[in-house]
């Protein structure tokens, strides 16, 4: 069974600070996913990650995949209040894309 | 047209109810999915459709009832719920295969209560 460990699970930092949230899985997969999701919303797609070595960057995100390792890290640099959210990464365990996620990292950026 | 719709965006349901949760998408995806999401949790995979053929049924009750009319559509029907089915169901579709291409687009959801 595919288990997908995320940590922290929440996460509080300050404006302008880096960090990192790491994505650990169980099983052989090279398809991993990055989401975010604000209250009430929906799942909105941040990075797909279809390769090991894979590092892709959108602002102030950067997300990176190790498939030996299996892990993922999304890495958030000089943080706003803007990326306060819940992310989830998600690895595909069949094809498709028949998800398992994450618990999700609750992160909330102060000034 | 990336989109992925799904109606109605709320729905508040009886016990002895009979309701239908909608998707539909125009992108030529073969392959489309229901997520249940309850809150503070993350999204489980219920349902997968492949070539409007049920492919995947993650042992969901049987008062959950999924129907693929055509290669666009998708429904959830729903009947005689629990209070503790409430949650954010959500559809969404990719390419079919096994290839590179399977990145899911999820749709808004349906906030579904059952009272």
């Known amino acids: 069974e595919l288990k997908v460990e995320q940590n922290p699970l929440f996460l509080s930092m300050q404006e302008g600070k880096n960090y990192t949230i790491y994505c650990n899985y169980s099983?052989?997969?090279?398809?991993l996913y990055w989401y975010r999701q604000d209250p009430g919303k929906s799942l909105e797609s941040l990075f797909v990650l279809l390769s090991n070595g894979a590092v892709k960057q959108e602002g102030r995100l950067m997300a990176s995949l190790d498939t030996k390792a299996r892990l993922s890290t999304l890495h958030i640099t000089a943080a706003v209040h803007d990326l306060s959210a819940t992310y989830f990464c998600?690895?595909?365990?069949?094809?498709?894309?028949?998800?398992?996620f994450g618990k999700g990292t609750m992160l909330l950026v102060s000034p | 047209d990336t989109e992925v719709t799904q109606t109605p965006k709320h729905l508040v349901m009886g016990m002895t109810n009979k309701k239908s949760l909608k998707c539909e998408q125009h992108?030529?995806?073969?392959?489309m999915y229901w997520y249940k999401q309850k809150a503070k949790k993350p999204p489980e995979l219920m349902f997968v459709?492949?070539?409007?053929?049920?492919?995947i049924n993650e042992s969901v009750p049987s008062r959950f009832s999924p129907e693929c009319p055509n290669s666009s559509l998708l429904n959830l029907h729903l009947h005689a719920l629990q209070p503790e089915d409430s949650a954010l169901y959500l559809c969404a579709s990719s390419q079919a295969g096994d290839g590179l291409n399977t990145e899911a687009f999820f749709g808004q959801g349906t906030r579904l209560t059952v009272v």
């Open positions: 459709y492949s070539y409007e053929k049920l492919s």
């Open positions: 998600a690895v595909d365990r069949r094809g498709y894309s028949t998800l398992t």
């Open positions: 099983t052989t997969s090279d398809r």
């Open positions: 992108m030529g995806h073969r392959a």
